[in-house]
């Protein structure tokens, strides 16, 4: 490259781009503080996500699909993949984060896994480590383009007096963090000012890829087709055009899963979602920065359009590139080389400033995540333990979180500098990003397990990341650093200390694989297999069982926070006092936020759990939830508890929440179990009235023959000389009442004893032609005395039935005194049989009032008399047909009352047929040549 | 406190299970084996048939991805 910008130009739009940055920032802030956020915006929402893209997008891709061809895509469908999952997962994280009051992601997983400090410190050193090399590759890809547009020379940084760029970029970078990722320590750790500077950053990024690929395709080429056709001519480059490079032939059967480019494109999709959950800087913009959840709804299709447009032309520029090149300039520079080249110097200004965006959203959202990570999961919660006295007597914290999280974010830059400067282009810098990538991986299993397995412990999660991490470091950081020649090579080759089973890219003999899809391999199995194994055989505690419950159950309806807190064990009022936790909360939070959370309490008044949680929701805004803990017990142990005693009632505060929960769902059953028992009860209660009735219908009805007994007998002793027509007419009616008494009281005890199942029975094949005869005989008195004609329609030969002929008698008895009863003087009743499959069916009619069809069950019922609902007063125990019915269904027969059919005569549309069925004995085989010969 | 749930316009169980219906098939698709299957040889319009049939998959996702998000 022989042309080259002159640098103090170059310097100049860097500083004067990176300026309006600022200034962006500063109004947003402003525009925030007024009431007008600007960020309250769905698209704006999306477009930060785009942080997601950094040099290694913007530069890397070009190097990446110079060498894969396709392979550079996975690194963008796995986010994709992940944003379709997003109504699922996203949407539960933020809701946890909003109720929990979470400061990153280290602060999640600590919360999560009962305000575990030890895992919150774990995550943010991890995070640190894994991601620091991370950004001083966006250092070195913003020196080397500065290099290149300068004509610095294009491999590599060289030597120079304003070559420090690296420097000079961290610098302005540190600023930019600390002004507005750092400037107050905020309750809701929102950021405006920051997320509208990404979001601007975002646009600019895409606008510089696309200018400079429609300048490649259209400008250096004549469009696509002539450009793939050149590329096309060249088999090396023609090769890049198909799935060989990415993907490798279909794998033979006798090949492992994992080997070769299968295994690498199917690991970088998994990695790549996972990082888009799991680094620090996307989780900061996506969960901590999310001011309302409605913006996941565009996100979902937004953001993966985003990647797709910045990706759209990168094969097109790296196929330029190897084309115009060749191999004299680095693939990793064609997005400046390119547009230089071609003369358009505009272009590659434009091309180096979508570069510096790419870094710099990505350096300043890292280092203020890893900042707030590391001051409070990691700084915090040492202070607090260390130096507890010191801490006490200060009145407010506020500066010292701010200075810590300053020297962090200076620290982290300074560390990626220095990693910079001294890897230079060492093969660990080059391979970072997946190496990174898989770092932050490890957070992945502890984060949705413990969204959606309640059972998922403390113990188990920093089992977890811990072995996932060792084993990153073993198979992917050491090697790594072996390749750049820190470690010996035959660490690789041979493995350490010639252990050809320890090679970190053949673990255990697992040859062959991509080394991507080997670490993962092992990483996974380690991480996931001491998470699962260790929560299975652990027994949290009751505080950590109650925040499990707090993360998997955040959609259900929370239980009234304050009411359950009321009744607070006694031990409550000697603790804190309401002046204690005004003083901690002022301490890290101000005064005039203390004095707004507490107003209206004296501050001699106990806290009591209620303000006791409130303060620590506030100090975990603030510092994270581990550290809001420590906190507030070290500063109440100067006073009246000692700090394990409130950190204990802080958890028995959370169980008391957990116990209500769990109180509700019992009240519930409670309810539920309450219903059935009042249905049950009132059931009985009908029961009980109907035997009351029951009852006094047969006292009744055994009164009234006992009455007239009586009082002609009384006559009949007192009138020795009444005559004796009228002595014999006394009489009789004293012997007709005594039967009706007679049968009243064995009907009751019929009744009994069938209820008792106490009846013998002698069931078997018997004629019922005689028994109906027998039945008719029995019963022919009644329709005489009261006028009725009785017609019987009974075949001579009727087949046998089963059935025991005593009972079979009594129910036509039965049936037959009831339509006699019934049937108005003067009327007709009629008995006759009918044959169906199966069974004999024999129907008693008559000419009464019939039966209302609400009624046709009801009379059967045990205590029902259905005369004083018809005719006004009992006519008769209401057993009758209830022994009938016992009977019939004892015999296997049905019973039941219909209308009677029409026929001649003025009064026999009305009336009732009473019919029953019993079932026929031998073959019923015969039955239809029966029924015919019968008609 | 969940309002956004509440929203009446749709039912957000049917548009979570689309979307994990959605992730199910972009899984399928963007992945090796049919991914070779169809990454066949030849152009399109110039345009590698590979990189045309991947982008216009990735589209595809994305555009039913809007969608599912808007019809009831």
Not at chain 1, 230 to 257: E, K
Not at chain 1, 528 to 556: C, H, K, N
Not at chain 1, 700 to 710: A, C, D, Q, V, Y
Request: charged fraction near 20%; hydrophobic fraction near 50%.
């Amino acid at each position: 490259m022989e042309v080259g910008l002159d640098w103090t130009t170059v310097l100049i739009a860097a500083l004067a781009y990176l300026s309006a940055l600022f200034a962006i920032a500063h109004w947003a802030d402003r525009r925030e503080a007024a009431g007008h956020s600007v960020i309250a915006s769905p698209t704006v929402f999306a477009l930060s996500l785009g942080v997601y893209c950094t040099t290694w997008t913007f530069y890397g891709s070009v190097g990446r699909a110079a060498t894969l061809g396709i392979g550079f895509l996975p690194v963008y469908l796995g986010p994709t993949l992940l944003m379709l999952l997003a109504p699922l997962v996203l949407r539960k994280i933020l809701r946890i984060a909003k109720a929990q009051r979470i400061t990153s992601i280290a602060d999640f997983l600590a919360s999560r896994y009962g305000h575990s400090p030890l895992l919150g410190g774990l995550v943010a050193l991890t995070a640190t480590v894994g991601v620091t090399p991370y950004i001083a590759l966006q250092l070195k890809a913003v020196a080397v383009s500065f290099d290149a547009l300068t004509g610095g020379g294009g491999l590599g940084p060289a030597e120079g007096p304003f070559l420090d760029h690296g420097f000079l970029i961290a610098a302005v970078m540190a600023l930019f963090a600390i002004v507005f990722g750092a400037r107050q320590i905020d309750a809701a750790e929102h950021h405006p000012g920051m997320v509208a500077a990404i979001a601007l950053e975002s646009l600019v990024k895409l606008i510089a890829f696309l200018a400079v690929g429609l300048f490649v395709v259209w400008g250096l080429h004549d469009g696509l087709e002539s450009l793939f056709d050149a590329a096309a001519a060249r088999p090396d480059l023609a090769r890049l055009m198909g799935s060989d490079p990415a993907l490798g032939h279909a794998p033979t059967g006798n090949g492992p899963v994992g080997n070769g480019p299968w295994g690498a494109w199917v690991t970088t999709t998994i990695l790549s979602a996972a990082a888009m959950l799991c680094l620090p800087r996307q989780f900061q913009v996506m969960v901590i920065e999310s001011v309302d959840e409605r913006h996941l709804d565009r996100a979902v299709w937004l953001f993966p359009l985003y990647l797709l447009l910045i990706n759209l032309f990168v094969l097109p520029v790296a196929l330029s590139g190897l084309l115009s090149f060749g191999g004299r300039v680095d693939p990793d520079l064609f997005m400046v080389a390119l547009p230089l080249s071609g003369g358009a110097d505009w272009l590659a200004l434009l091309a180096f400033l979508g570069g510096l965006s790419a870094a710099a959203g990505m350096i300043v959202v890292e280092s203020v995540a890893l900042s707030t990570m590391l001051c409070n999961d990691l700084v915090m919660p040492i202070l607090l333990r260390t130096r507890s006295r010191a801490l006490a007597r200060s009145a407010d914290l506020a500066p010292l979180l701010l200075a810590v999280r300053r020297i962090a974010i200076v620290a982290i830059l300074l560390f990626g500098y220095g990693y910079f400067r001294l890897a230079g282009s060492a093969y660990a810098l080059v391979s970072i990003g997946l190496i990174s990538f898989t770092a932050v991986a490890q957070f992945a299993p502890a984060l949705i397990g413990g969204l959606y397995w309640r059972g998922a412990t403390r113990r188990g999660a920093i089992g977890g990341v811990t072995a996932g991490t060792l084993v990153w470091a073993y198979t992917l950081l050491l090697p790594s650093f072996a390749r750049s020649g820190w470690l010996p090579a035959s660490f690789i080759a041979d493995g350490p200390w010639g252990v050809a089973a320890l090679r970190p890219y053949a673990l255990f003999g697992l040859e062959g694989w991509d080394s991507l899809a080997h670490s993962l391999f092992w990483t996974a199995l380690a991480n996931i297999g001491a998470y699962v194994g260790l929560s299975l055989f652990d027994r949290p505690g009751a505080a950590e069982r109650a925040q499990a419950a707090a993360f998997v159950d955040v959609f259900q309806p929370a239980p009234n926070d304050a009411a359950p807190l009321r009744e607070a064990p006694p031990d409550w009022r000697s603790a804190a006092s309401v002046g204690d936790l005004t003083r901690v909360v002022a301490r890290f939070l101000g005064p005039q936020r203390a004095e707004r959370a507490f107003a209206g309490a004296e501050p001699d008044e106990p806290a009591g759990p209620e303000r006791l949680r409130l303060a620590e929701r506030l100090l975990a805004g603030a510092i994270g939830g581990a550290s809001a803990r420590v906190a507030l017990a070290s500063s109440v142990s100067a006073g009246a508890v000692e700090a394990a005693e409130l950190l204990r009632m802080l958890d028995e505060t959370s169980d008391v929440i957990a116990h209500s929960r769990e109180l509700e769902r019992k009240t519930a059953e409670l309810e539920r179990a309450t219903d059935a028992l009042r249905a049950a009860n009132e059931r009985l209660t009908e029961l009980d009235r109907l035997k009351d009735d029951f009852l006094s219908t047969v006292t009744h009805e055994l009164r009234t023959p006992l009455t007239s007994i009586r009082a002609l007998s009384e006559i009949l002793h007192d009138s020795p000389d009444l005559d004796t027509d009228q002595r014999q007419e006394f009489l009789a009616v004293i012997i007709k009442e005594s039967e009706r008494l007679t049968r009243l009281i064995n009907q009751v005890l019929d009744m009994a004893k069938i209820e008792a199942g106490a009846l013998d029975w002698r069931i078997e094949t018997i004629d019922v032609g005689p028994a109906l005869t027998e039945a008719v005989a029995a019963t022919e008195a009644l329709f005489l005395e009261r006028g009725i004609t009785l017609s019987l329609d009974i075949p001579d030969h009727l087949p046998a039935v089963r059935g025991d002929v005593d009972r079979v008698i009594q129910v036509v008895v039965n049936l037959l005194s009831n339509a006699a009863k019934f049937t108005p003087p003067g009327g007709r009743t009629r008995l006759e049989t009918r044959l169906e499959s199966g069974f004999l069916r024999v129907t008693v009619t008559d000419s009464g009032p019939g039966v209302a069809a609400k009624d046709r069950e009801l009379v059967f019922d045990r205590f029902r008399q259905s005369g004083d609902t018809l005719t006004g007063k009992p006519a008769g125990t209401g057993l009758g047909l209830a022994i009938a019915k016992r009977i019939v269904e004892h015999l296997g027969g049905r019973i039941g009352v219909a209308d009677a059919p029409a026929g001649p005569g003025p009064e026999s549309g009305k009336g009732a047929a009473f019919w029953f069925t019993l079932p026929l004995a031998g073959n019923p085989a015969d039955a239809p040549e029966f029924g015919e010969r019968r008609e | 406190m969940n309002a956004p749930d509440r929203n009446p316009g749709r039912s957000p169980g049917r548009h979570r299970d689309r979307m994990i219906g959605l992730f199910l098939l972009a899984a399928a698709l963007f992945n090796p084996p049919l991914l070779g299957l169809f990454g066949v040889e030849g152009r399109v319009l110039g345009v590698p048939a590979l990189y045309v049939w991947v982008f216009g998959l990735w589209a595809a996702v994305i555009a039913l991805a809007a969608l599912a998000g808007r019809t009831r």
